[in-house]
């Protein structure tokens, strides 16, 4: 079954298809930027994001957005974390929030769109903050330390594919799928 995936991060793409192809999808990139609001309402994020992907392309499309939410900030930045990521690094994140006590929730939303519904699909890891980056910091993957572990995602390599939230939200969508036909 064919699927289409509107993302401009590459690595979402990369992860998406590894997932994916063994449970027999054949992935699309659609490698596009799109304006998104700004919200902290992931749910009206993912579901805005996810008709403007539809409108686009004109053909049943999937998109995902993942936020980091931090226990000590109330669950901020959750909709809004690439912003606070781009405004304060790797580096700063660590030393502001990877303390004993940092925890966090890494959650990852899919929204799949049909043409006449918009479907969402969620997955969601615990874990804690390191107190310094670790791995690639081009995303937040070098903080994120998921419970049972003591490496970050950026760390574990392909490991992180088995355990991660974007898998778990992955896997309830294939789930959702099974069965239909898309081409």
Known sequence: MRLRFLSSNPNKVTEAKAILSPAGFELIAVAKKLDEIQSADVELLVRDKCIKAFRLIGRPVFVEHTGLYIEALNGFPGGLTQIFWDTL?????????GKEDGLAIARTRIGYCDGRCVHQFEGEVSGKLARKPCGDTSQWDCIFIPEGSNKTFAEMGKHKNEISMRRKALDQFAAFLSGATHD
């Open 89 to 97: 690094g790797a580096e700063r994140v660590a030393a502001l929030f």
